[in-house]
């Protein structure tokens, strides 16, 4: 089941664990940047009591079967689950792969999906 990351029940239940197992997955280092920022403040919403346990993972590790196998394992046992990408056209095989045994893994257990994408660019970037 995935469960909406603004949902006061989801916020609560993490506060009141105290732990959340964070597992995130990124393109590059300004992808990575994102999620970093990202985590800086969901720290800061849940407050220092709560101690947020981070895994990150870049694509292109997920190209060898072993590291994919790792980090869905990880991500299986993780609370949220973030992915932060610029925009394209699709995800590259060996995320959506990794993605497909993360789902097989996980079960029946909890998680929320958080996509963390770069803004639509406004304009065109061709000269007049």
């Not at 300004?30 to 895994?55: A, D, P, W, Y």
Request: charged residues 25%; glycine residues 6%.
């Amino acid at each position: 089941m995935i469960t909406r990351v603004n949902g006061p029940q989801v916020w609560q239940r993490w506060k009141e664990a105290k732990r959340l197992a964070l597992l995130a997955i990124f393109e590059d280092s300004v992808t990575g940047m994102r999620v970093k920022e990202f985590c800086q403040g969901l720290s800061r919403n849940l407050g220092e009591q709560c101690q947020i346990v981070e895994h990150v993972w870049l694509f292109n590790t997920l190209r060898l079967r072993e590291l994919q196998e790792i980090a869905a394992e990880e991500a299986s046992a993780s609370d949220l689950v973030v992915i932060s990408v610029h925009q394209a056209e699709g995800l590259p095989d060996e995320v959506k792969s990794w993605i497909d045994l993360w789902l097989r893994l996980k079960g029946s257990r909890h998680a929320v999906l958080l996509a963390l994408i770069d803004p639509p660019l406004r304009g065109s970037l061709r000269p007049d």
